[in-house]
């Protein structure tokens, strides 16, 4: 069974660019999340989606930062503009359903560099 | 609001050596728990996970249990191996199902 695939891997940007990240989540799972991850710290939760809806985007810089998942599979994530310190690497997770007895499976992540 | 220490890394150890990541966690409420591994150029995955007061997750000869009293879920493994250097993350799931994270402890194991 394929993982959480995301791309692209890396990324370099001049700031004030726009930048999308893309997530096609394990087949069947429902709940899609976006996590940042800045370096030495752990993930931080950006974005969760139940199917269609985001359910929960409190973390989400929304003047910035916009997430869609349109039919409930693929995810996209887009920054514009970026700011220098929005270098991160972006997680992209999903699980069957939100509960905590359901494990969030992640992708490899894509770097962001901003120069 | 609910949060998660781990020791700093970089943990580095011997071959066959004996193996403890503290993590303690402040929250409201009885949290699940879970250990993350991130080995180089992968993704996280899930490495154990327990639901309760006193139950113990077990997984790859790594264990740790929830404890209440202490809000503490220790990581541990008797013997570690080369193959077990990774960054490995503790982390809580909350009220609403969100994990929230540790920083990370680096474990670097040599030959």
């Known amino acids: 069974e394929a993982g959480v695939v995301q791309s692209p891997r890396y990324k370099i940007i001049e700031k004030k660019q726009p930048v999308a990240f893309w997530c096609n989540p394990i087949?069947?799972?429902?709940?899609l999340y976006w996590y940042r991850q800045n370096l030495g710290q752990g993930p931080e939760l950006l974005i969760r989606y139940e199917n269609e809806e985001a359910v929960d985007d409190s973390q989400l810089p929304k003047d910035r930062f916009s997430a869609e998942r349109l039919k409930g599979v693929d995810s996209t994530l887009k920054i514009q503009p970026a700011e220098l310190g929005d270098s991160a690497v972006y997680l992209c997770?999903?699980?069957?359903?939100?509960?905590?007895?359901?494990?969030?499976?992640f992708g490899p992540g894509t770097r962001l560099l901003v120069l | 609001g609910n949060s998660v220490t781990q020791m700093e890394g970089p943990v580095t150890l011997s071959e066959e050596a004996f193996l403890t990541i503290n993590c303690t966690y402040t929250?409201?409420?009885?949290?699940?728990l879970f250990w993350y591994v991130q080995y180089p150029g992968e993704g996280l995955q899930l490495l154990l996970k327990a639901t309760k007061a006193d139950d113990k997750g077990s997984n790859k000869g790594f264990e740790a249990t929830y404890r209440k009293e202490t809000t503490s879920f220790h990581l541990e493994k008797g013997s570690v191996q080369v193959s077990d250097s990774a960054v490995y993350f503790c982390?809580?799931?909350?009220?609403?199902?969100?994990?929230?994270f540790g920083s990370g402890t680096r474990l670097l194991v040599r030959p």
């Open positions: 997770a999903s699980s069957l359903s939100r509960t905590g007895f359901e494990t969030q499976y």
């Open positions: 087949s069947g799972h429902n709940t």
């Open positions: 929250a409201t409420g009885y949290p699940s």
């Open positions: 982390a809580l799931m909350d009220s609403s199902y969100k994990l929230i």
